[in-house]
């Protein structure tokens, strides 16, 4: 009699699994449950923190740490066991325990304050800005200031990427400030006149700080997917080894959830149309 009442709740639609999974590879109702850690990567960091905060609302028994650190402390990080997931704006070379997860594609821009009076640069006048070859703005037809120059640490992945796509592999002068966080270098750019630097294309609020065109070529996304603009790259969530299933559920989520990486500014892999190293 049980069995035959079963069939009827079945068949009227009234039986709801246990476990249900969304429709960006999610699980929903709670169903999954433990921790995540998550560090590396401050040009990724505002994706997977929100995608974070979205995520333990739809499953409240997960629970997701998320950290900066850059891109080489996220490769260490995860080979290491310190954190379960590594963000890089690079790939994870020499680390052949680490499983790649590309989840996005990040532009990044070279970045001015507007009172330089630049909007654009050639690749050489790039090169010369941050080699210290050219200390005044007025040398490559701004104003006349001297060049106040924001690098990147030696871990950060948006510097890697920036030496390898626009430096030629030359690294920039030591001269000026060095910081690592992609926030506070928006802050100091924007509040400097003066100021250069580089910055994924998510923290370059328009007004603040001046995102300039490479040899004629804005950082759009038709030109970061076309590959005209040289100056982008892959983002990855390594993991050692193949990831738990609450891990794989969250990666998956953060790579689907293609409303959010538009409003953050990034790019969804399946629309490059050209091939990156990084």
Same mark, same amino acid.
């Given at each position: 009699?049980?069995?035959?009442?079963?069939?009827?709740?079945?068949?009227?639609?009234?039986?709801?699994?246990?476990?249900?999974?969304?429709?960006?590879?999610?699980?929903?109702?709670?169903?999954?449950?433990?921790?995540?850690?998550?560090?590396?990567s401050?040009?990724?960091?505002?994706?997977?923190?929100?995608?974070?905060?979205?995520?333990?609302?739809?499953?409240?028994?997960v629970?997701?740490?998320?950290?900066?650190g850059?891109?080489?402390?996220?490769?260490?990080?995860?080979?290491?066991?310190?954190?379960?997931?590594?963000?890089?704006?690079?790939?994870?070379?020499?680390e052949?325990?680490?499983?790649?997860?590309?989840?996005?594609?990040?532009?990044?821009?070279?970045?001015?304050?507007?009172?330089?009076g630049?909007?654009?640069?050639?690749?050489?006048?790039?090169?010369?800005?941050?080699?210290?070859?050219?200390?005044?703005?007025k040398? #490559?037809? +701004?104003?006349?200031?001297?060049?106040?120059?924001?690098?990147?640490?030696? !871990? &950060? $992945? /948006?510097? =890697?990427?920036? %030496?390898?796509? #626009?430096? +030629?592999?030359?690294?920039?002068?030591?001269?000026?400030?060095?910081?690592? !966080? &992609? $926030? /506070?270098? =928006?802050?100091? %750019?924007?509040?400097?006149?003066?100021?250069?630097?580089?910055?994924?294309?998510?923290?370059?609020?328009?007004?603040?700080? /001046?995102?300039?065109?490479?040899?004629?070529?804005?950082?759009?996304?038709?030109?970061?997917?076309?590959?005209?603009?040289?100056?982008?790259?892959?983002?990855?969530?390594?993991?050692?080894?193949?990831p738990?299933?609450?891990?794989?559920?969250?990666?998956?989520?953060?790579?689907?959830?293609?409303?959010?990486?538009?409003?953050?500014?990034?790019i969804?892999?399946?629309?490059?149309?050209?091939?990156?190293?990084?």
């Amino acid at each position: 009699m049980l069995r035959k009442f079963a069939l009827v709740l079945a068949a009227a639609g009234l039986l709801v699994p246990l476990a249900a999974c969304g429709g960006d590879g999610s699980t929903t109702s709670g169903a999954v449950s433990g921790d995540i850690t998550v560090a590396g990567s401050t040009a990724l960091l505002p994706l997977v923190k929100q995608a974070a905060v979205d995520y333990q609302t739809q499953n409240p028994n997960v629970k997701i740490s998320v950290s900066g650190g850059g891109s080489r402390v996220g490769i260490t990080q995860a080979a290491q066991g310190g954190v379960q997931i590594g963000d890089s704006d690079i790939a994870a070379l020499g680390e052949p325990s680490l499983l790649d997860h590309r989840v996005a594609v990040v532009s990044f821009g070279v970045v001015v304050n507007p009172a330089s009076g630049i909007t654009h640069l050639t690749t050489k006048q790039i090169r010369d800005v941050f080699t210290g070859k050219v200390a005044n703005w007025k040398q #490559v037809g +701004g104003k006349d200031m001297k060049i106040t120059i924001v690098n990147r640490p030696s !871990s &950060s $992945g /948006t510097r =890697a990427v920036f %030496v390898k796509n #626009v430096m +030629g592999g030359t690294q920039p002068s030591a001269e000026g400030l060095t910081q690592d !966080s &992609s $926030g /506070t270098v =928006a802050t100091i %750019v924007g509040q400097t006149p003066s100021a250069a630097s580089y910055l994924a294309m998510g923290y370059v609020k328009p007004g603040a700080v /001046t995102a300039v065109a490479i040899d004629g070529i804005a950082p759009t996304d038709a030109n970061v997917t076309s590959g005209k603009y040289p100056y982008w790259s892959y983002e990855h969530m390594f993991t050692k080894g193949k990831p738990s299933q609450t891990v794989a559920n969250f990666i998956t989520f953060v790579t689907n959830d293609k409303a959010l990486l538009a409003q953050l500014h990034f790019i969804p892999v399946s629309e490059m149309k050209t091939a990156g190293k990084m």
